[in-house]
């Protein structure tokens, strides 16, 4: 069936870095892309989201970029802290976001950042 | 902070048993979700509520799972017999407490340990 998954289960970086964390999804169909972020004994919280219309968004010291072409998607966290250690998943919606889609998952990385 | 509080935070149980988890939304939610996480491995998608009815559920969200909102307030997961791999954390989740409405914001998770 369709998936999404990341190609690096740990990336480890100096704090102050950037840090570029990968996605691919398989399903040409996916219409709407979240990251999300998990601390250790926590729920997944939203960093960022990105519609398939759109290249590129940028928040407060993250970017997410999407490339249909090759149906890729990637993370950039500037200047990466201590803080930022955590899971970090991708997820896509397969159809139109009307506020009640199902969210998959990809399969997480997990960031270290060493101080 | 989530909008939605889940109880209990950890439940050890003996293999067989029934367990029953509870989600609590602050605010009036028709639409919520139940994800489940084994431990290190991906946020995986069990089942969606709407109105009181199952919405759409997947191949993990067998006979041995039920959900159902009692009282109109507390929205639960039963699992009926639990086996060893259900040992998991559960996410209740719906759409909206984030940034915009179209995010899915997660609670806090129950961990079940089954033994």
């Known amino acids: 069936g369709e998936n999404v998954g990341l190609h690096l289960p740990t990336l480890s970086v100096q704090e102050g870095d950037n840090s570029i964390i990968n996605c691919a999804y398989s399903?040409?169909?996916?219409?709407?892309f979240i990251w999300y972020k998990q601390e250790s004994g926590k729920g997944p919280q939203f960093i960022i989201d990105?519609?398939?219309?759109?290249d590129k968004r940028q928040g407060q010291r993250v970017t997410v970029l999407l490339n249909k072409t090759v149906k890729h998607l990637s993370l950039q966290i500037a200047a990466t802290q201590p803080g930022d250690s955590a899971v970090y998943f991708c997820?896509?919606?397969?159809?139109?976001?009307?506020?009640?889609?199902?969210?998959?998952f990809g399969k997480g990385t997990m960031l270290l950042v060493s101080p | 902070e989530p909008e939605v509080t889940q109880t209990p935070s950890h439940q050890v149980t003996q293999m067989g048993q029934e367990v029953i988890l509870r989600c609590v939304p602050i605010?009036?939610?028709?639409?919520f979700y139940w994800y489940r996480q084994i431990l290190g491995q991906k946020v995986e998608f069990l089942v969606s509520?709407?109105?009181?009815?199952?919405?759409?559920k997947s191949e993990i969200f067998d006979d041995q799972f039920s959900v159902e909102r009692p009282d109109g307030s507390n929205f639960t997961l039963k699992i009926r017999s639990t086996k060893l791999e259900d040992s998991a954390m559960y996410f209740c989740?719906?759409?909206?407490?984030?940034?915009?409405?179209?995010?899915?914001?997660f609670g806090a998770g129950s961990r079940l340990t089954v033994l």
């Open positions: 997820a896509e919606t397969r159809r139109p976001l009307s506020g009640y889609s199902t969210l998959t």
């Open positions: 399903n040409s169909a996916s219409d709407y």
């Open positions: 990105i519609r398939s219309n759109m």
């Open positions: 605010s009036n939610h028709l639409y």
């Open positions: 509520f709407y109105n009181n009815e199952i919405s759409e």
């Open positions: 989740a719906r759409w909206g407490g984030g940034p915009g409405a179209n995010v899915l914001t």
